[in-house]
């Protein structure tokens, strides 16, 4: 089948039990996407799958022929980071790190569907992206701060 | 290797030694004290050359204390910083683990169907690892101590493979009785969960002070409480995991562990193999918080697997195995007695407290706490440790003293009810101005500090005035406090290299980890600061014990206050050589030089060439700096002190409690980093607020299972949950400490959490809660037995 991930085109065999994560970390070497429970309860593996956040441990690798899968990867290298990724670093909204792929996803798709949310919204958003350091306070400050940096991008 | 009799007591603490003459030469190794989660060892250290001056508070520095970014903060948000679940090697299998289904009994298993199946390269049962121990009981043990213990391990190409494996292989139990809680394993006839019996034997462990009996005798008040803490789970989102390989001899095992050197020591010794042949190698870390102290049931699954089948092998937990087989904060049963004067003053401690310690794991104790934080002449704790048929407990963040302080505090602030004295009050008028349980000075104590600015900031005082602004009429608002103290010291050894490339870059060489924390960029602030070199310029290098020299393991809040100050003194070294290079360059005296931000300068001139000049005109000569570890100063106690002020809102028609805001002022002496310590800071404070509200491992006593071994029945707080955190810290360096001035942090903000958000709920409800975590149905029982 064919698998689109950040843009680029992979022909894959692939059994119909495996899942999205199974494949992008294990055989297309995309190791950013975390695995932190395996069974849609921590959000760190999440991606976008047309746009819409997606926990990639949940989905069939097979059930994704056609779509465009993005991961943290394609999202900015570290010459060109994404505004969420740098207003992560500006907030320091990561410890471990190991939630922190998951989270950038996830807000991502947030914005993408609220681009200027409220506090409420982002707490709301992603109460199903679990942090066990605790960058709660950081992250949602980050979300905020990026939400208008890319509006101020947009307008610009 | 230790020597066999122990040396003479250190010849100096911190302070400058005097020079030695050859028949008046100081012993070169002597002994010195370290507190290590709450417990206190005696190390060799072996007396730096170099002791720096100490970085007193009027010290100039520029890069050490400033907010610069978290150093592998790209490496993080991109994508690309290489845990130890991601590290695949060529040709490798996956290990999927068969647990026990029953908390006692005898399995025996059949793997021929397993064998059978597509992908699966071979299994490892409890004959391929006899003689293999961890926490007192022989790996994949056939006798079943508690549900979830490893039976069998099935390695296959692919991790689903090994998954669709191990649910092929058939295990029988052969069921016998089980004692999974307090009650059962205490009962008349209790079935023996460990051979020498149910109760430790180093149980009852008293240490007491004083006389509490006359204390109680002179109390004009006193009062009795019984507080109970749950098992909580680490729940970090790395699960335990390793990967293991072979070369001829040689192991090399990348594991997601807090102590590389440890888990190498583990290592060698299970497979009988010489330090030098296994290298034990960790980068990034999804989370430890106590769980990751040494090598886990994984990394010698992974290296006897690897062994055997002759590839690499990748075993680690998952979910299900974190939340039952990786440790646990142990339960407590806390009966608490205090007796004061009717002006506060303390005359007796008693705590008499119960802990399920699982099958082992090591008794910290809620104990410890009741002796350290108050002032009081007598004070008396008994700790009988339970063994029942659940996985051994291991250290969580502030093992013993966040359990303790839940006790402690919350008797205490029933006490300053009960006289009618404001909580905080109570406190000051017990402040204890040395440590009294060993019978030595602080290094430094800023505990008044913390409670003047914490109660500023939270407004304290003007409380009253808030109580009735809350959103509804079923919606109650209250307020509380509680205090902590950890020893956050740290001490010998530490060793660590600084090393100038040839184009003036700085790499930090030193065996310690990096959690998550921060020290991997601490670290390289110390260096940049002492050696004058840009930030950007210097990168610490952690996590292989074959390149790196030792530095321990990193627990109990100590690795700053460790290894910080042999990172100073390696880096004041290579700088020393640096100048003696430069000085003929700039045609100048060493002294006349200061370097900063990359350049050097001589004083009172114009000239100037930076690092990177001077380094490439040496060509190949490489500049280096050893730097060790000092020994701490003598007779001292070095703590780490912190008071924290919650708000809540209680509704008291569904039990909920929402806590809106948390003021956290602390004492940790020097902080290099203030963003990263305040990040540190809030994260305890989460799992301080999770271990209060929600988290708590739930048993079937019956059945001796796990009712919820995952995220989403063990509940951790969540973004929603995240109340306003204002958290900071007073005070400045503690210069007996150690030279760089700087304490442990990491783990005094998780403790006073609990009592201080338990206070807050009575305060709103008018009714003590005597048990944690506060569910709703917890809550509605205290506001209906208060009527
Ligand atoms: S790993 Fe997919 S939700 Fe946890
Ligand atoms: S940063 Fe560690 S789990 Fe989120």
């Not at chain 2, 990263?676 to 491992?697: H, I």
């Amino acid at each position: 089948m064919r698998l689109t991930v950040n843009g680029q085109p992979y022909d894959l065999a692939i059994a119909g039990h495996e899942s999205l994560v199974a494949i992008l970390r294990g055989r297309l070497g995309l190791t950013g996407t975390k695995v932190a429970c395996g069974r849609g309860e921590c959000g760190a593996c999440t991606v976008l799958i047309d746009g819409k956040p997606a926990y990639a441990c949940l989905t069939l690798a097979a059930a994704c022929e056609g779509a465009a899968v993005s991961t943290i990867e394609g999202l900015g290298a570290a010459e060109r980071l994404h505004a969420l990724q740098q207003a992560f670093i500006a907030h320091d909204a990561l410890q471990c790190g190991f939630c922190t792929p998951g989270q950038i996803m996830a807000a991502a798709a947030l914005l993408a569907q609220t681009p200027r949310p409220t506090e409420a919204e982002v707490r709301h958003g992603m109460s199903g992206n679990l942090c066990r350091c605790g960058a709660y306070p950081k992250i949602v400050r980050a979300v905020l701060d990026a939400a208008q940096r890319l509006e101020a991008a947009r307008g610009a | 290797m230790a020597p066999r009799k122990r040396p003479p007591a250190p010849a100096r603490g911190a302070s400058a030694p005097p020079a030695p003459t050859e028949a008046h030469r100081p012993p070169r190794f002597v002994a010195t004290k370290v507190e290590i989660e709450g417990r206190e060892e005696t190390k060799i250290v072996e007396l730096p050359d170099r002791n720096p001056q100490p970085w007193d508070d009027a010290a100039e520095l520029h890069v050490v204390g400033a907010r610069v970014p978290r150093m592998d903060a790209v490496e993080k948000v991109t994508g690309g910083a290489r845990y130890t679940a991601d590290v695949l090697r060529p040709g490798m299998l996956w290990a999927a683990v068969v647990r026990a289904p029953a908390a006692a009994g005898r399995a025996t298993l059949d793997v021929s169907a397993a064998l059978a199946r597509p992908g699966v390269r071979g299994v490892l049962t409890l004959d391929d690892v006899r003689g293999i121990r961890l926490d007192g009981m022989q790996l994949l043990d056939d006798a079943i101590h508690y549900a979830g213990q490893p039976l069998c391990v099935v390695c296959a190409d692919h991790y689903a493979l090994a998954r669709a494996g191990a649910a092929a292989v058939r295990v029988t139990v052969e069921p016998a009785p089980h004692a999974v809680n307090l009650e059962q394993a205490l009962a008349d006839g209790a079935p023996r969960v460990r051979s020498r019996g149910n109760v430790s034997p180093r149980s009852p462990r008293l240490i007491q002070r004083g006389d509490v009996d006359a204390g109680l005798h002179d109390a004009e008040v006193t009062i009795t409480r019984e507080y109970r803490t749950p098992v909580a789970l680490h729940s970090a989102l790395e699960p335990h995991g390793a990967v293991a390989e072979w070369e001829g001899g040689r192991l090399s095992v990348w594991e997601s562990t807090q102590g590389i050197f440890n888990t190498r020591s583990d290592l060698a010794k299970a497979l009988g193999l010489g330090l030098s042949n296994v290298r034990v190698m960790k980068d990034y870390m999804g989370g430890g918080f106590g769980a990751k102290n040494g090598a886990s049931a994984a990394a010698y699954l992974a290296a006897v697997a690897a062994r055997k089948l002759g590839r690499p092998v990748r075993c680690a937990w998952d979910r299900e195995g974190e939340q039952t087989d990786a440790g646990n904060r142990s339960a407590t049963v806390q009966r608490v007695t205090l007796g004061a004067k009717r002006d506060g003053t303390l005359t007796a401690i008693v705590l008499d407290a119960t802990i399920p310690l699982g099958m082992g794991g090591w008794e910290a104790g809620p104990g410890r706490i009741y002796h350290e934080l108050h002032a009081c002449p007598n004070v008396r704790t008994s700790e009988t440790f339970v063994y029942t048929n659940t996985g051994p407990m291991a250290s969580f963040r502030a093992p013993g003293h966040t359990e303790g302080a839940f006790g402690l505090e919350s008797a205490l602030n029933a006490l300053a009810g009960e006289l009618g004295l404001d909580p905080l009050e109570l406190r000051r008028r017990n402040y204890a101005t040395a440590d009294q349980s060993r019978d030595r000075r602080y290094s430094a104590k800023r505990l008044d500090e913390c409670y003047r600015r914490g109660a500023e900031r939270f407004g304290w005082h003007d409380r009253a005035a808030r109580r009735a602004t809350t959103s509804a009429t079923h919606v109650r608002r209250g307020f509380g406090m509680a205090a902590c103290v950890w020893g956050g010291g740290g001490g010998p050894p530490a060793y660590a290299t600084v090393r100038l490339n040839r184009d003036g870059t700085a790499d930090v060489l030193t065996g310690a980890q990096d959690l998550g924390t921060g020290s991997r960029t601490v670290l390289a602030q110390i260096a940049a600061e002492t050696l004058g070199a840009k930030l950007a310029d210097v990168r610490t290098v952690l996590g292989d014990t074959e390149r790196l020299p030792f530095a321990s393991n990193s627990w109990g809040s100590i690795t700053t206050a460790s290894v910080g100050p042999a990172v100073r003194a390696a880096a004041e070294e290579a700088r020393d050589r640096l100048f003696e290079a430069a000085a003929a360059m700039l045609d100048a005296g060493v002294t006349e030089l200061s370097s900063r931000d990359g350049v050097i300068s001589v004083r009172g001139s114009e000239r100037t060439m930076t690092i990177g000049e001077a380094c490439n005109r040496l060509g190949d000569v490489m500049i280096m700096g050893q730097g060790s570890r000092g020994p701490n100063p003598e007779q001292t106690t070095i703590p780490a002190f912190g008071a924290h002020f919650a708000e809540v809102e209680v509704d008291v028609e569904t039990g909920r409690v929402r806590v809106v805001r948390i003021v956290a002022a602390h004492d940790s002496g020097r902080i290099i980093n203030p963003t990263l310590a305040e990040s540190q800071l809030e994260g305890a404070v989460l799992q301080g607020l999770g271990y209060a509200l929600f988290e708590e491992r739930v048993l079937d006593a019956r059945l001796g299972l796990p009712m919820n071994p995952t995220l989403h029945d063990y509940k951790v707080p969540t973004m929603a949950d995240a109340p306003a955190i204002e958290g900071f810290f007073v005070g400045g360096a503690d210069t007996v400490a150690n030279h760089t001035g700087a304490k442990g942090l990491a783990e005094p903000p998780i403790i006073p959490v609990a009592p201080a958000i338990a206070a807050a709920v009575a305060d709103a409800i008018g009714a003590e809660m005597p048990e944690i975590p506060m569910t709703p149905w917890r809550v509605l029982a205290e506001l209906k037995t208060a009527g």
